[in-house]
């Protein structure tokens, strides 16, 4: 399994990213996908998840500002970011777990991840 995160650059608070992260190696459809992030001098955190059937989860601090999706035809899961803040500089990561029809909120539940993507909001 391989996943591999892009989208990631730098934007001015109150600016949008779309972060995309492509999956090989598998059936898409039947995988939870998620994103986490590391801030520099921070431990890694829970993002965002998608269920392998839509559902959708996010953290408090990018609840209403950020929107997961997922294209199983492309076996790409997105994360439109809106509303940036300075907060939100961090590497981000895709990641999935590797048993089918399963997520979670922490990252020990995620077996597969990808190479992380930079994001720098600036102030």
Known sequence: VQLQASGGGLVQ???SLRLSCAASGRTFSNYAMGWFRQA???ER??????TWNGGTYYADSVRGRFAISRDNAKSTVYLQM??????DTAVYYCASPRRPFRSGHYDHEYDYWGQGTLVTVSS
């Open 45 to 50: 955190e829970f993002v965002s998840t998608i």
């Open 82 to 87: 809106n509303s940036l803040k300075p907060e």
């Open 13 to 15: 608070a109150g600016g």
């Open 40 to 42: 520099p001098g921070k």
